[in-house]
C-alpha cells in the first residue's frame, strides 16, 4: 500500500499563493506518476496537474500558467505552487500517485486538503 498526506491547504485571498505539499510512503517502489486532482462542492473530481518520474509534466487548462508542479524523487514528494488563485480554484485538493504494471494502473489517494479561495 502507498500512503499519501497532504499539506499547505487553507483560506487565501484571491491574487494570493498557496503551497500544496504531499509525502508518500508505504510501497513507493514503482510509482511513476505523481499529481494533483481536486473536487469543488457538487462538481467531479478534476485533474489539476501530473507529473511523471522523468518529469513531464501536465496541467488543467484552467490552471496552466499559475500553477506549477514539482517533485524530490529522493524526499518522495511532490508539490503544487498555486499563484494568481481565484475563488473557482476552491475545493479540495488530493494528491495521486500511480502505478502502472503491465498495462494496469494501480492509483492510491490522499485524504485531500481545503483550499478555500475568497473573493
Known amino acids: 500500500q502507498v500512503q499519501l498526506v497532504e499539506s499547505g491547504g487553507g483560506l487565501v485571498q484571491a491574487g494570493g499563493s498557496l503551497r500544496l505539499s504531499c509525502a508518500a510512503s508505504?510501497?513507493?517502489?514503482?510509482?511513476?506518476?505523481m499529481g494533483w486532482y481536486r473536487q469543488a462542492p457538487g462538481k467531479q473530481r478534476e485533474l489539476v496537474a501530473t507529473?511523471?518520474?522523468?518529469?513531464?509534466?501536465n496541467y488543467a487548462d484552467s490552471v496552466k500558467g499559475r500553477f506549477t508542479i514539482s517533485r524530490d524523487n529522493a524526499k518522495n514528494l511532490v508539490h503544487l505552487q498555486m499563484n494568481s488563485l481565484k475563488p473557482e480554484d476552491t475545493a479540495v485538493y488530493y494528491c495521486?500517485?500511480?502505478?502502472?504494471?503491465?498495462?494496469?494502473?494501480?492509483?492510491?489517494w490522499g485524504q485531500g486538503t481545503q483550499v478555500t479561495v475568497s473573493s
Open positions: 495521486y500517485a500511480g502505478r502502472n504494471v503491465a498495462g494496469i494502473v494501480f492509483g492510491y
Open positions: 508505504g510501497s513507493i517502489i514503482g510509482i511513476n506518476i
Open positions: 507529473i511523471t518520474n522523468s518529469g513531464s509534466t
